[in-house]
């Protein structure tokens, strides 16, 4: 019976991201329940927003660290995978509420006459600012990783879900599925809003729901590129150009459990906020809508680190900041698992922080 060093369990951002690096270091199978970055990575809007003034203290060197890696990261993945996860930096225009400002270097105000030669088509004024954020397109992002992630011979076992991990002498062997038993010297959980039904797990893990809508031009319509140039975002939307054209608006916040149905009176809400904003949105028409399930927990903290099972490992919790966090997770629990001290203290987000 073949043995990995490391089994993940779940292939979305995170365990796609943390195989490609871990790869390196290790023999690494990635088991997946559906088909790898089909889930939350496949919904996400892909904001690489460091600049949130709505991150938690706790998270702030780890969400200001992978902005920091996203440009590397992003190249080593196109040189691999020979796919690009469309990384634009041309940055974001972002409208605060009077209590609210920027935490991130390079962010400054912008008056009405300078947002007007920004960004032409915006027509929503208040409390503007620049901020130096990047985005990807999380699809072509998941795309890439797994490519990169085969290229470098991390093996994959699709289409059948963890059930439990197997533990012999007190500690974690390998995982079951509904189909079959995969042997390992240690495991990973990064099953996101899936992690804590996966036996033993004692982090409190919940879906988040979160619906989005996809516009594009009329058809006859032409554009050299995007509408909108910057990532835009307010109290009540944000706007996030593409490449190739379309836009991705988003996103609810909703405590649905499993549900992914999409609600047509919240499309409409989206698109028609959008076009507050920018009132060509509101001539484009809806390409597409869907919704995901972000990984919440209980402290809206990610979960990561050793759990109570000796070679049981979680990285998962990352709520609205997987595509956001990618980087720098798969470095620090690449860190862990070969045996050296990470770079970032992970007790803030220990897994037994929710023992009873």
């Given at each position: 019976m073949k043995t990995w060093d490391v089994v993940i369990i779940?292939?979305?951002?995170?365990?796609?991201?943390?195989?490609?690096?871990?790869?390196?270091?290790?023999?690494?199978?990635?088991?997946?329940?559906?088909?790898?970055?089909?889930?939350?990575?496949?919904?996400?809007?892909?904001?690489?927003?460091?600049?949130?003034p709505h991150t938690p203290r706790a998270l702030a060197d780890m969400v200001a660290a992978s902005a920091r890696m996203y440009p590397e990261f992003v190249r080593e993945l196109r040189d691999e995978a020979y796919e690009s996860p469309d990384l634009r930096e041309v940055g974001t225009i972002a409208f605060f509420a009077a209590d609210e400002s920027p935490n991130c270097d390079g962010a400054r105000a912008l008056d009405d006459d300078e947002l007007s030669r920004t960004e032409p088509l915006v027509t929503h004024r208040g409390r503007a600012y620049f901020l130096p954020e990047r985005s990807v397109d999380p699809r072509k992002l998941g795309s890439a990783l797994e490519k990169a992630a085969r290229h470098r011979c991390v093996d994959f076992a699709t289409g059948s879900p963890v059930t439990e991990v197997a533990v012999l002498g007190g500690r974690a062997t390998g995982v079951r599925t509904t189909k079959s038993f995969y042997a390992a010297g240690a495991v990973v959980n990064c099953a996101g809003a899936w992690a804590a039904q996966i036996k033993p797990f004692g982090a409190p893990t919940r879906p988040v729901k979160g619906q989005m809508v996809c516009?594009?031009?009329?058809?006859?319509?032409?554009?050299?590129?995007?509408?909108?140039?910057?990532?835009?975002?307010?109290?009540?939307?944000?706007?996030?150009?593409?490449?190739?054209?379309?836009?991705?608006?988003?996103a609810t916040v909703e405590e649905a459990g499993f549900d992914k149905r999409v609600d047509a009176d919240t499309v409409q809400r989206l698109h028609q906020e959008a076009a507050k904003v920018a009132p060509e949105i509101g001539q484009m028409r809806i390409h597409d809508d869907w919704a995901g399930l972000r990984p919440g927990s209980p402290d809206d903290l990610p979960i990561l680190g050793t759990t109570s099972l000796q070679g049981y490992f979680a990285a998962t919790g990352h709520y609205r900041d997987g595509i956001m966090l990618a980087p720098i997770t798969a470095h620090l629990m690449t860190q862990l698992l070969t045996g050296h001290p990470t770079d970032i203290d992970l007790a803030p987000f220990s897994p037994l922080r929710f023992a009873s």
């Open positions: 779940g292939g979305g951002v995170i365990g796609l991201s943390l195989a490609w690096r871990l790869q390196q270091h290790a023999s690494v199978l990635v088991v997946e329940k559906s088909e790898p970055a089909r889930e939350a990575t496949h919904a996400a809007g892909g904001m690489v927003a460091h600049c949130d516009v594009v031009p009329q058809p006859g319509t032409r554009h050299s590129g995007p509408l909108i140039q910057h990532v835009i975002r307010t109290p009540d939307v944000y706007i996030i150009p593409r490449s190739d054209g379309r836009i991705v608006l988003g």
